[in-house]
C-alpha cells in the first residue's frame, strides 16, 4: 500500500506531535479530537512547535505554511473515512480506546490500517474491538514526536505480516529508527523507563533525596538530558500512573506500584508541563535543577542506575529484544547518550551484577537481585 492520507485521533502532546511528523514528512493529514477546545489545542500545539522551528531557523515561514496547509482539523470521525491509516493517541484507557477503535472500524475504507499509539495497554485487546484484527497494530512514538527518532511498531498474533511490513517501511519514510516487537505491557522503552522512573519517586517518598538532588545525579553523574521528575513533568504524571498500573498488573512486583509521590500529584491535578505544574512550576521559566551535595547525588545515581541496567539484562534474558533495540530505544526514544548495554559493556557485567547484589541487600528489596544465569 502507498500511503497518501494519515489520520491522527486524540491531538494532545503526542496527537499533535504525530500530526507534526507525518505533516513534516509530506503526508495529508487529518486531525480529530472529541472536543472543540481539544481540537483548538492541537491546533496550537501544532502552531506552536512549527513558530520555534522557524524561531531557531530550522524552517523557513514558507516551509512552515506548507506543512500547516496539509493538515486538516476536525471532531467528527466521518473525516477519517479516506486514511489508508489511522493513529489513535488517546489518554490511556482501554475502555475508551476500544470505544474509538469501534468507531474508526464503522467509518475507516475497508483497506484502512489502524494503529494505536497506546504507551502500555494491550494491542491484542484494542485489535479484538475490531472486525479488522489483522491491519491493528501498535506504532508507538517518544514525546516530543518530532524530535525522538524512535518507534516501536508492535504486532499482535493477529496482525498481518505485510500490514506490520508496511508500517514499519513508513516508519523509516519518517526518519524514525525502528523495533518490531510483539505485545507486551509497556513494550519495551516504557517497561525499562518507568521503572526507573518510579524508582527514583521512590528514593523522593522515603526521603533519600529531593527532587533536584534526583534530577542533578542523572543529568549530572550520566549526562542524561533530563532527570526523572523532569521527564514525568514532560511525559505526564498521570499517564505514568496509568502506565505503571499496567505493568504493575502483569508483573506483580511492588517496585513497579505507582509510588505515592506520583499519585498524590496527580489527585491534586499536577500532572506536570500540560497542567503548569507537576514535580515543578512551569509557571516560571524553565529550571534546570541543581545541588552540590556530591555523596547523595552519587548514592542515588549508583541506585537508579544499577537497579536500571538489571532491568534491561533481564529484558534481554527474556528473549522480548535484541540488546541493540534495547540500546537504540533508549538513547534515539528517550535521548540518552548511550544505551545501556554499552554502559553494560564499559563496566562490565560481572561489576554491574555486584552492584545488583548490593543494592538489593542494602535496599532489603529482593527484586534488585541479579539474576541467576
Ligand atoms: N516539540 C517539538 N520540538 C521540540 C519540542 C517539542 N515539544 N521540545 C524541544 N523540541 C526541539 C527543539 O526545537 C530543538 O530542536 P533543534 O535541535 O532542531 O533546534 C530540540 O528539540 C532541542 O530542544 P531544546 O534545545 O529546546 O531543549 P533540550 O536540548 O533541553 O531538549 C528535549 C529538549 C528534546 C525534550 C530533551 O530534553 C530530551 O530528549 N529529553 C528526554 C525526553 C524523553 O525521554 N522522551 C521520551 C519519554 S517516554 C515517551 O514519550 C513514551 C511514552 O509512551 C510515555
Given at each position: 500500500m502507498s500511503f497518501k492520507q494519515i489520520g491522527v485521533v486524540g491531538l494532545g502532546i503526542m496527537g499533535a506531535g504525530i500530526v507534526e511528523v507525518f505533516a513534516r514528512a509530506g503526508y495529508a493529514v487529518t486531525g480529530v479530537a472529541e472536543s472543540g477546545p481539544a481540537v483548538t489545542a492541537g491546533q496550537s500545539n501544532l502552531a506552536k512547535s512549527l513558530g520555534r522551528a522557524v524561531t531557531k531557523e530550522k524552517l523557513t515561514q514558507d516551509e512552515s505554511d506548507e506543512i500547516t496547509a496539509r493538515v486538516i482539523f476536525g471532531e467528527d470521525f466521518s473525516l477519517l473515512a479516506n486514511c489508508d491509516l489511522v493513529i489513535?493517541?488517546?489518554?490511556?484507557?482501554?475502555?475508551?480506546?476500544?470505544?474509538?477503535?469501534?468507531?474508526?472500524?464503522?467509518?475507516?475504507?475497508?483497506?484502512?490500517?489502524?494503529?494505536?499509539?497506546?504507551?502500555s495497554l494491550s494491542v491484542t485487546d484494542i485489535a479484538h474491538a475490531t472486525n479488522?484484527?489483522?491491519?491493528?497494530?501498535?506504532?508507538?512514538?517518544?514525546n516530543?514526536?518530532?524530535?525522538?527518532?524512535?518507534?516501536?511498531?508492535?504486532?499482535?498474533?493477529?496482525?498481518?505480516?505485510?500490514?506490520?511490513?508496511?508500517?514499519?517501511?513508513?516508519?523509516?519514510?519518517?526518519?524514525?529508527?525502528?523495533?518490531?516487537?510483539?505485545?507486551?505491557?509497556?513494550?519495551?522503552?516504557n517497561k525499562l523507563l518507568l521503572r526507573y522512573l518510579n524508582h527514583a519517586v521512590q528514593i523522593l517518598d522515603s526521603g533519600q533525596g529531593t527532587k533536584e538532588q534526583i534530577d542533578a545525579a542523572m543529568r549530572e553523574l550520566s549526562n542524561y538530558p533530563m532527570g526523572p521528575c523532569e521527564?514525568?513533568?514532560?511525559?505526564?504524571?498521570?499517564?505514568?500512573?496509568?502506565?505503571l498500573k499496567t505493568i504493575h498488573a502483569d508483573t506483580g512486583l511492588e517496585i513497579d506500584k505507582p509510588a505515592v509521590g506520583m499519585v498524590e500529584l496527580v489527585a491534586a491535578g499536577h500532572k506536570g508541563r500540560k497542567s503548569?505544574?507537576?514535580?515543578?512550576?512551569?509557571?516560571?521559566?524553565?529550571?534546570?535543577?541543581?545541588?552540590?551535595?556530591?555523596?547523595?547525588?552519587?548514592?542515588?545515581?549508583?541506585d537508579l542506575l544499577i537497579a536500571y541496567l538489571g532491568d534491561c539484562i533481564a529484558m534481554e534474558a527474556t528473549?522480548?529484544?535484541?540488546?541493540?533495540?534495547?540500546?537504540?530505544?533508549?538513547?534515539?526514544?528517550?535521548?540518552?547518550?548511550?544505551?545501556?548495554?554499552?554502559?553494560i559493556d564499559s563496566m562490565g557485567i560481572e561489576s554491574v551484577r555486584a552492584a545488583q547484589a548490593e543494592l538489593a541487600q542494602r535496599s532489603g528489596v529482593t527484586d534488585y537481585q541479579p539474576l541467576a544465569f
Open positions: 489513535e493517541a488517546a489518554p490511556e484507557i482501554l475502555s475508551l480506546k476500544t470505544q474509538i477503535f469501534r468507531q474508526l472500524d464503522a467509518v475507516v475504507k475497508p483497506a484502512g490500517i489502524l494503529a494505536t499509539n497506546t504507551s479488522r484484527p489483522a491491519q491493528v497494530v501498535g506504532m508507538h512514538f517518544f516530543p514526536a518530532p524530535v525522538q527518532k524512535f518507534v516501536e511498531v508492535i504486532s499482535t498474533a493477529k496482525s498481518d505480516p505485510k500490514v506490520v511490513a508496511q508500517i514499519a517501511e513508513l516508519g523509516t519514510s519518517l526518519g524514525k529508527h525502528l523495533a518490531q516487537i510483539s505485545d507486551q505491557p509497556g513494550f519495551i522503552v521527564l514525568l513533568d514532560l511525559i505526564g504524571i498521570d499517564t505514568c500512573v496509568e502506565i503548569g505544574a507537576g514535580f515543578y512550576d512551569y509557571s516560571q521559566s524553565a529550571q534546570i535543577p541543581t545541588d552540590s551535595n556530591e555523596s547523595v547525588k552519587k548514592q542515588i545515581h549508583n528473549g522480548y529484544a535484541a540488546k541493540s533495540d534495547i540500546d537504540s530505544g533508549m538513547r534515539l526514544g528517550c535521548g540518552l547518550p548511550q544505551g545501556p548495554f554499552e554502559v
